[in-house]
């Protein structure tokens, strides 16, 4: 049974670690789900989830909003969403700013990001056969084809970003998977970002849409494949996150100039950085 916020306080303690789970997804590579670990909250928040499906819809027209209301853990749910958006907006402007003005340092960051959850991964799919390493391939393949496609481009954006929506709110529940790193091995993270910063309505509409269609779908789908193909699962995930390092590598544009000493030099401390974050976060996680 979750636990529903019952004083301010509990709201407020809630709402805090909803922000911290909305600064998590915001960064690629920490995942909000094991922020909700860290807290003590991942239980509560599945057991919301599992509640927001079409049947609810039931109580509603049954028993009125209230029950509705309660059925869905709706107090719980706020608070917790709302501490998550404030964060996102406020994020929003942090990393974009940090991305314009120190773009390769960040990139390298998340590299480091990617590469230690690429070592920490490993151990969860276990003995490696040749059927993970086929599903390692094809993750591997098909992130690889979306950094070298551009799906942005033309009248089908708003289409991809409802889709992005659906598959980075999957993510957000996930201990170890980070919907931010979603967006960006899909192409569309500093489109949302921006979109969050400048508040532009279609976007955002949009891509909450697709998160909300995911919620009711997906969620329950990826977590059935979690439970039932924990492994495999992951062997297909840890091929994904190795294929972002081609969209991460901070000099595959041709307007980005070659490094020099000094930057490579740079870059490097920022990718350790970012591996000790994930490191950090790993630990924190398991105690």
């Excluded at 860290?38 to 057991?47: A, P, Q, R, V």
């Excluded at 954006?157 to 709110?169: D, K, P």
């Excluded at 192409?187 to 269609?213: K, M, N, P, Q, T």
């Excluded at 990718?271 to 000790?276: D, E, F, I, T």
Aim: glycine residues 10%; aromatic residues 12%; contains cysteine.
């Amino acid at each position: 049974m979750t636990a529903q916020p019952s004083s301010m306080r509990s709201r407020v303690v809630l709402f805090l670690k909803g922000m911290a789970m909305g600064i998590a997804d915001s960064v690629p590579g920490v995942s909000g789900g094991t922020i909700a670990v860290i807290s003590g909250i991942y239980e509560d928040l599945l057991n919301a989830l599992k509640q927001c499906h079409p049947l609810a819809l039931k109580v509603l027209w049954k028993q009125g909003p209230r029950a509705f209301w309660q059925q869905i853990h709706g107090p719980f749910l706020l608070t917790l969403l709302a501490g998550i958006l404030l964060s996102l907006v406020l994020m929003a402007n942090t990393v974009l700013y940090l991305l314009d003005t120190y773009f390769e340092l960040v990139m390298a960051f998340f590299m480091g990001l990617v590469l230690a959850s690429c070592w920490l991964l490993r151990a969860d799919a276990g003995s490696w056969s040749l059927f993970k390493t086929l599903l390692f391939v094809v993750g591997f393949a098909l992130t690889a084809a979306t950094a070298l496609l551009n799906p942005m481009a033309g009248s089908t954006a708003l289409v991809y970003i409802f889709f992005s929506g659906m598959i980075a709110i999957c993510a957000m529940i996930l201990p170890g998977i980070s919907g931010a790193f979603l967006l960006l091995l899909l192409g569309v993270y500093e489109y949302v970002l921006g979109a969050l910063r400048s508040f532009e309505l279609d976007v955002i509409i949009v891509f909450a849409l697709g998160c909300a269609i995911g919620l009711l779908s997906f969620a329950h789908l990826l977590s059935w494949t979690f439970r039932y193909y924990r492994e495999q699962s992951y062997a297909f995930i840890i091929g994904m996150l190795a294929a972002s390092l081609i969209v991460l590598w901070p000099w595959r544009e041709a307007a980005v100039p070659p490094p020099d000493a000094g930057m490579l030099l740079a870059a490097t401390l920022c990718a350790l950085l970012g591996g000790g974050v994930i490191l950090g976060f790993s630990r924190l996680a398991r105690r």
